[in-house]
Nanobody, 123 residues
Framework: QVQLVESGGGLVQAGGSLRLSCAASGLTFSRYVMGWFRQAPGKDREFVAAISWSGGSTYYADSVKGRFTISRDNAKNTAYLQMNSLKPEDTAVYYC????????????????WGQGTQVTVSS
């Protein structure tokens, strides 16, 4: 079965950095668009970033543009989210997701989801 496993979350001070990883199994990774979403307490899940099958195209929410970088390594079946200049408002559970289509990369309509990893940014 398909599994997406996030790792790399934790507690960091404002201005710090974290790198999240999403290890995929049970699917042909290079045929899937990968996305990162987050959900803060009491808020709806929101789009963070997405990357195309080969990594040639990337998309970001305005709130993270210039601070976060999404990437992937198809040989390792892993997607990454490098988060720099973190702010307290970045505190959330971060989820990776996989979908075969790029058509709705920001909508959250993905085929598969991971269990999430907590990111907490202290002020």
């Amino acid at each position: 079965q398909v599994q997406l496993v996030e790792s790399g979350g934790g507690l960091v001070q404002a201005g710090g950095s974290l790198r999240l990883s999403c290890a995929a199994s049970g699917l042909t990774f290079s045929r899937y668009v990968m996305g990162w979403f987050r959900q803060a307490p009491g808020k709806d899940r929101e789009f963070v970033a997405a990357i195309s099958w080969s990594g040639g195209s990337t998309y970001y929410a305005d709130s993270v543009k210039g601070r976060f970088t999404i990437s992937r390594d198809n040989a390792k079946n892993t997607a990454y989210l490098q988060m720099n200049s973190l702010k307290p408002e970045d505190t959330a559970v971060y989820y990776c997701a996989a979908d075969r289509s790029m058509s709705s990369y920001a909508s959250g309509n993905y085929d598969y989801w991971g269990q999430g990893t907590q990111v907490t940014v202290s002020s």
